[in-house]
């Protein structure tokens, strides 16, 4: 099936000032990974706030704070 557009996750990884992009192959994988994020997070970039270099057409970018970053690191690993 590919990773699809719908299955991507762009998340700002704010203790570092970087993006990365996240692939998923699945609708399951993709709704389990924004569930967590929208627990762990309660911010997204839109239009005109979002960092240089990120693209206009991707609605979903997700910040991950500091005191985030553990979590978040465990669970992409186990994803």
Known sequence: MGNPDGFMIVCYLA???AGATYRFS???Q????RA????????QFH???LPP??????????T???????AFKNFMQQA
């Open 64 to 70: 991950i704070e500091k005191k985030d970053r553990e």
């Open 30 to 33: 993709y709704n389990e990974a």
């Open 36 to 43: 967590f994020l929208d627990g762990i997070t309660n911010v």
């Open 26 to 28: 699945n609708q399951s």
């Open 15 to 17: 203790w570092c000032g």
């Open 47 to 49: 239009g005109d706030e």
């Open 53 to 62: 270099n990120y693209s206009k057409t991707m609605r979903g970018y997700y």
